[in-house]
T-cell receptor
Framework: AQSVTQLGSHVSVSEGALVLLRCNYSSSVPPYLFWYVQYPNQGLQLLLKYTTGATLVKGINGFEAEFKKSETSFHLTKPSAHMSDAAEYFCAVTRSSNTGKLIFGQGTTLQVKP | SAVISQKPSRDICQRGTSLTIQCQVDSQVTMMFWYRQQPGQSLTLIATANQGSEATYESGFVIDKFPISRPNLTFSTLTVSNMSPEDSSIYLC????????FGQGTRLTVV
């Protein structure tokens, strides 16, 4: 069975500081990994995804994530936080690129302080 | 990617009633899904909406409570039946072409 664990339900950073949101997964097959962002009262927007190939994945809004198989991790980073980054972030996993059935982590709320 | 229109965006319903949520995609997609996001929690898959056949439900979800229709490749509905306050959640429609994308959700409050 697959599962996703996001460490830290709330993360607070200062504007301009590094953003690091942690995600660990469990999967018996090579995983497909995703990060989604949810702004208040909105749906989910795809930030980035890892399927195959390069393990460092760049996404929208300056975010990137690195797939580390040895650590079963897919942490999300951004060098410099912006106030507009404040949102809920979800890590998700699926077993195949042919399915849209995603298993989500618990979510991490990112607060950005001025 | 395609765009999903979901409605209503929010509703307040009396317990014991039912609400049907509509999901319209602006292009044909092979897969559509319904998720639930309970207050303060993550998203949980309710079911896969299959075009022309019965939906495939995940463990813990049943057709009598959450009947789903998918008459064509661009449209699906989810009904939340005989509602109780525990059904208060955000319900999200998802579709997949090259990637999975989501509607803006329906915020349901049952009183």
């Amino acid at each position: 069975a697959q599962s996703v664990t996001q460490l830290g339900s709330h993360v607070s950073v200062s504007e301009g500081a590094l953003v690091l949101l942690r995600c660990n997964y469990s999967s018996s097959v090579p995983p497909y990994l995703f990060w989604y962002v949810q702004y208040p009262n909105q749906g989910l927007q795809l930030l980035l995804k890892y399927t195959t190939g390069a393990t460092l994945v760049k996404g929208i809004n300056g975010f990137e994530a690195e797939f580390k198989k040895s650590e079963t991790s897919f942490h999300l980073t951004k060098p410099s936080a912006h106030m507009s980054d404040a949102a809920e972030y979800f890590c998700a996993v699926t077993r195949s690129s042919n399915t849209g059935k995603l298993i989500f982590g618990q979510g991490t709320t990112l607060q950005v302080k001025p | 990617s395609a765009v999903i229109s979901q409605k209503p965006s929010r509703d307040i319903c009396q317990r014991g009633t039912s609400l049907t949520i509509q999901c319209q995609v602006d292009s044909q997609v092979t897969m559509m899904f319904w998720y639930r996001q309970q207050p303060g929690q993550s998203l949980t898959l309710i079911a896969t909406a299959n075009q022309g056949s019965e939906a495939t439900y995940e463990s813990g979800f049943v057709i009598d409570k959450f009947p789903i229709s998918r008459p064509n490749l661009t449209f699906s509905t989810l009904t939340v039946s005989n509602m109780s306050p525990e059904d208060s959640s955000i319900y999200l429609c998802s579709a997949k072409d090259s990637e999975a994308f989501f509607g803006q959700g329906t915020r349901l409050t049952v009183v």
